[in-house]
C-alpha cells in the first residue's frame, strides 16, 4: 500500500480527549452554589424526631470544645473530594446537561408567621423613595429564622416531592479494611448530596454456605453506619424490625414508614435482613436478596396499600417514589465472560441475554466464576422485571465502590493521571456503563483510568433483539440462500421504515430502496419495539461480477436509532454488538459523512477509517488486518463500494447523507 495512502488511513490511536461535561457542571456549580447545600432548618422548640434511632449518633461537641480550623479543614476536603469525584465521572457533554435539567434550586417556601398581618389593616406604602434607608440589612436577610412548627411544614413539602431512590447491596462489610468501608460510606453520602437517597441492605454470606449469625450480620450493619456517620450530616439509621413473612412466605415491608421517614429525611436507612414470622412468632433470618426485592415491591409501588379506606386514599398518603437504581457491591466484582476477548461483561441486557449467561456461568470451569454471580443476576432480573424500564442495575466491587485503587504503584511518577472514575457516581449521572459495551478491548487498555470502571457490569431489563436470519440457523455468508427480503412477513416495514426516517430525519424512497436492495439483504437487526436496527447488505464492488462471492464486500446499509432513543438504554451499544459479534465477527465496513456528529461514535468503534478522496465520505471497518498489503485487493473493494452506492431518498437532493 502506497505511504500516501497509509497515511489517509486511521488506525485508531487517541489522546484522551478533554472533559466537556466537566467544564459544564463546574460552571452549573459556580453560578448554582446552593443546590448540593444541606437543608438547615431551625425550630424554637426541641422536639425528638419522631423517626429517632435506636443507635444513637455519636456525640456532637459543644461549640466552645470544638477545633474550629480542624473542622473547616475537614469539611474543605470533603466537599472538593465530593466535587472532584463529581467532576471527574461526567463522561459527555450530554450526560451531563441531562443531570444538571434534573437539578432544580429548592424553592423558598412561604412560612406562616405566628401573627399573620391582614393586608386591609396594613400600613399604606409611602410615596417618597427612601432608597435603602428602611431596607432590611443583609445581616438580617442572612441570619436564621426561628419559628414554630418549621420540621413539621418542611416535612410536608418534601412529602410532595418524588423521592429517588438506590437500593444498595453490600456484602461482607465485617472482611472489608477500614479504608474501604470509609470509601464506600463516602459514596454513599455523595449519592445522597445529588439527590439519590439511598437504602442499603447488608449480606453476610460467603462461599462456606453457612448462613450468617444475627450477631455478624448486626456488626457489619454497626460498622457501616459509623462510617456513614463520619461524611453525612443527616447520618444513617439502622432498620431491623421492617421485614414480616407474608402468608405465602415471601418476605414483606412490614412498616413502611420506618424506611420513607429517614429516606425523605435525608438518613441512610441500614436494613438487616430479618423477616418476623406472624405463625412462629419468631426473628427469621432470610437472605439479603430476598429483603432486595421485597424492598423493591414495596417502594415501587408494587404492592398497593393496605387497608386503607376512600378517604384516606383521596389524602394522597401513598407518596411518589420511584426506584431508579438497584446496586451490588461484592467482592466478585463484574460478571465474567468466557467468550468475549476482555472476559468480562460490561453491560447486560437481561431481556436478551440472561438464559445464555446463566448457562454460560454454570458450565463455566474457569476459577473467576463464582455461584455468586449467578445469583446476583437472578436478584437483577428479579427486581428489575418490577420497576419501569427506566431503571437500572450496577454490579462493582467494594474498591471501586470506595473509588480506591487496588492496583499497587508500579512505579513513581511526577506525571499526573486522570482520576479514576467512581462508578456509581458515573451510573448515576449517565445511567450508562462506565464504558460503552461496544468499544474494542483495545481501547480500554489505552485509558488510565479504567481499572476500577471495567470492574462494574451495567445492568438493564433491556429489550429482545431480532437477528434475521438467526446465525445459528444460517450463517451470514455470501453464499448463503435463500436470501432474505425485507418484504419478508417477519418483518414489520412500515415500522422499518419509519425508524430509519426518524434516525436520519429524511423520508425514504422505499420502492426505489427495496429496488437496490431487496436481492442484495445479507441480515436485518431490531431492537425492541422497532427502537433500533440495521440492514446489512452483499455488496458488489466495481468491476466484479454479482456471481463472484469471494468479492461480496459486507456493508452495513443502514444503522438507525429513534430519536427518543438515542444516547440512552444502550440501544445503539445492542445492535452494534449484535453485529460486530455475532453476524460479522470477521469484518464489515461502511460510510457516513465527514461532517456526521456521530463520526466520533463511529470512530471509537471501528479499526480503521478512510476519507475517501473527492467525495464527502469517510470510510469505516472493523476488519482485522485491512491495510495489510495481502488485503489490498480487499480494500479497494470496500472503497470503491462506498464510493459508488447511491442514496436513495425521496426528497432527491444531491446532498449525501
Keep these: ?17 478533554h472533559n466537556i461535561a466537566a467544564d459544564a457542571l463546574r460552571a452549573f456549580l459556580k453560578s448554582h452554589p446552593a443546590t448540593f447545600s444541606q437543608k438547615r432548618t431551625y425550630s424554637a422548640q426541641s422536639a425528638q424526631s419522631p423517626d429517632h434511632e435506636s443507635h444513637p449518633r455519636h456525640p456532637i461537641e459543644p461549640p466552645h470544645q470544638r477545633n474550629w480550623p480542624a473542622e473547616r479543614e475537614r469539611l474543605r476536603l470533603e466537599n472538593r473530594e465530593f466535587f472532584t469525584s463529581l467532576l471527574s465521572s461526567a463522561a459527555t457533554k450530554r450526560d451531563a446537561k441531562a443531570y444538571i435539567t434534573r437539578l432544580k434550586n429548592p424553592e423558598k417556601a412561604i412560612v406562616p408567621s405566628a401573627t399573620p398581618t391582614n393586608p386591609a389593616t396594613r400600613p399604606a406604602q409611602t410615596q417618597v423613595n427612601l ?21 413539621n411544614i418542611d416535612f410536608a413539602l418534601e412529602e410532595q416531592e418524588t423521592l429517588h431512590v438506590a437500593l444498595i447491596k453490600i456484602s461482607n462489610i465485617t472482611s472489608m479494611s477500614d479504608s474501604i468501608v470509609a470509601g464506600i460510606a463516602r459514596t454513599l453520602s455523595s449519592l445522597s448530596r445529588l439527590s439519590m437517597a439511598p437504602c442499603v441492605v447488608v449480606d453476610e454470606s460467603d462461599t462456606s454456605n453457612q448462613p450468617p449469625t444475627r450477631q455478624q450480620v448486626s456488626a457489619a450493619a454497626d460498622r457501616l453506619v459509623s462510617a456513614i456517620e463520619s461524611y453525612s450530616q443527616s447520618g444513617a439509621r439502622i432498620i431491623d424490625n421492617a421485614l414480616s413473612l407474608g402468608s405465602d412466605g415471601r418476605p414483606r415491608v412490614f412498616m413502611r414508614r420506618l424506611l420513607t421517614r429517614p429516606l425523605r429525611r435525608g438518613r441512610i436507612p441500614v436494613v438487616v435482613p430479618i423477616a418476623y414470622s406472624d405463625q412462629t412468632h419468631q426473628a427469621i433470618n432470610i437472605t439479603a436478596d430476598q429483603a432486595l426485592v421485597a424492598l423493591v415491591r414495596e417502594l415501587s409501588g408494587y404492592i398497593q396499600p393496605r387497608a386503607i379506606t376512600p378517604d384516606q386514599q383521596a389524602q394522597s398518603t401513598w407518596k411518589p417514589i420511584s426506584v431508579d ?37 454454570r458450565s463455566s470451569t474457569d ?39 487496588k492496583e499497587p504503584t508500579k512505579a513513581i511518577s511526577s506525571v499526573g493521571t486522570r482520576r479514576q472514575k467512581n462508578p456509581l457516581i458515573h451510573n448515576l449521572l449517565t445511567d450508562k456503563p462506565a464504558y460503552s459495551s461496544s468499544l474494542p478491548s483495545g481501547r480500554l487498555a489505552q485509558d488510565t483510568s479504567s481499572s476500577s470502571t471495567t470492574m462494574s457490569t451495567f445492568i438493564k431489563k433491556g429489550m429482545p433483539l431480532i437477528i434475521l436470519p438467526h446465525p445459528d440457523a444460517q450463517v451470514w455468508k455470501a453464499t448463503s440462500t435463500p436470501r432474505l427480503k425485507l418484504t419478508d412477513p417477519r418483518i414489520d416495514l412500515k415500522r422499518l421504515t419509519y425508524l430509519v426516517d426518524d434516525s436520519f430525519n429524511r423520508q425514504l424512497d422505499v420502492e426505489a430502496y427495496l429496488r437496490r436492495v431487496n436481492d442484495r ?104 488486518d485491512l491495510l495489510l498489503d495481502q488485503n489490498r485487493q480487499t480494500f479497494l473493494d470496500y472503497e470503491g463500494v462506498c464510493r459508488t452506492v447511491k442514496p436513495t431518498w425521496a426528497d432527491g437532493k444531491v446532498v449525501v447523507d
Excluded at 1 to 17: G, I, K, T, W
Excluded at 133 to 151: C, K, M, T, W, Y
Design 367 to 405: 476459577g473467576k466464576v463464582s455461584v455468586r454471580h449467578a445469583s446476583n443476576l437472578r436478584m437483577f432480573r428479579d427486581a428489575l422485571q418490577l420497576l419501569p424500564h427506566t431503571s437500572s442495575g450496577l454490579l462493582t466491587t467494594p474498591a471501586a465502590a470506595a473509588n480506591i485503587d
Design 131 to 151: 432608597g435603602g434607608l428602611f431596607g432590611r440589612a443583609r445581616a438580617v436577610e442572612e441570619s436564621p429564622i426561628f419559628s414554630h412548627n418549621q420540621d
Design 1 to 17: 500500500m502506497s505511504a500516501a495512502l497509509a497515511r489517509a488511513c486511521v488506525q485508531h490511536q487517541h489522546p484522551p480527549p
Design 325 to 361: 437504581r438497584i446496586i451490588v457491591v461484592d467482592e466478585t466484582g463484574c460478571i465474567p465472560s468466557t467468550k468475549s476477548i476482555d472476559k468480562k461483561h460490561v453491560f447486560v441486557n437481561l431481556s436478551q441475554e440472561y438464559s445464555a449467561l446463566q448457562e454460560e456461568l
Design 521 to 624: 439483504i445479507a441480515g436485518v437487526i431490531i431492537a425492541g419495539e422497532y427502537e433500533g436496527g440495521a440492514i446489512l447488505t452483499w455488496e458488489t464492488p466495481p468491476g466484479a461480477s454479482d456471481n463472484d462471492h469471494s468479492r461480496l464486500v459486507p456493508y452495513l446499509d443502514k444503522f438507525a436509532v429513534l430519536k427518543k432513543s438515542q444516547g440512552a438504554g444502550g440501544v445503539a451499544d445492542i445492535v452494534f454488538n449484535a453485529m460486530v459479534r455475532t453476524c460479522f465477527p470477521n469484518g464489515v465496513c461502511w460510510r457516513s459523512r465527514k461532517d456526521n456528529p456521530v463520526n466520533k461514535w463511529y470512530f471509537e468503534r471501528s479499526r480503521g477509517t478512510f476519507k475517501i478522496p473527492d467525495t464527502n465520505w469517510t470510510m469505516f471497518w472493523t476488519t482485522p
